[in-house]
């Protein structure tokens, strides 16, 4: 059944800010090492704190991954769900199946020393995402109470470099 935006109800929380706080805006950087793939990080703590260190009472953070094989995703962190969705991301982009990404006779660009076949975890990632935008309210994250926030590692074990970008409001 298709839903017209008629159809959605709306609730208002009552929560306001007053115009004529200070702006904040910044730009921190998470750093992790993961250890296999695929392999959910969940960085939910790490994110909060940098929203409480900012100061900002609303606005929003936009967690952004700088990797093609590394995403990020906000879902509940529960050992079987977790299991579950390495499963569906295997299934959804086998490790073993043949890409022409991995065709290193043929590949021309993009290339680095050392560089490992990691088709499947390129297209893994078209099925996640690069960020994550949370709002913010009164100076905490404003999740749902199952939510936490994913690094997700798809291609193999590495240094890997999260953005947790905050802009937003003291009042």
Known sequence: MERTL????IRR????SSVGGETIIKCE???TTTNTAPEFIDITD???RIVAESGARFG?????SKHTTAAIKINEHEPLLL???CRVLEQAAPHLAEYDHNDFSRRTVNMEEGE??????????????TSETVPIID?????GQWQCIFLVELDRARERKVLVNIVGTTA
């Open 139 to 143: 100076g905490r994250l404003a999740l």
């Open 83 to 85: 299991g579950d969705m």
């Open 6 to 9: 008629t159809d959605l109800k």
């Open 29 to 31: 950087t998470l750093i």
């Open 46 to 48: 790490a994110v909060q």
């Open 60 to 64: 929003q953070a936009t967690i952004f």
């Open 13 to 16: 929380d009552g929560v306001t």
């Open 116 to 129: 490992c076949k990691n088709g499947h975890a390129h297209c893994q990632h078209l099925f996640l995402a």
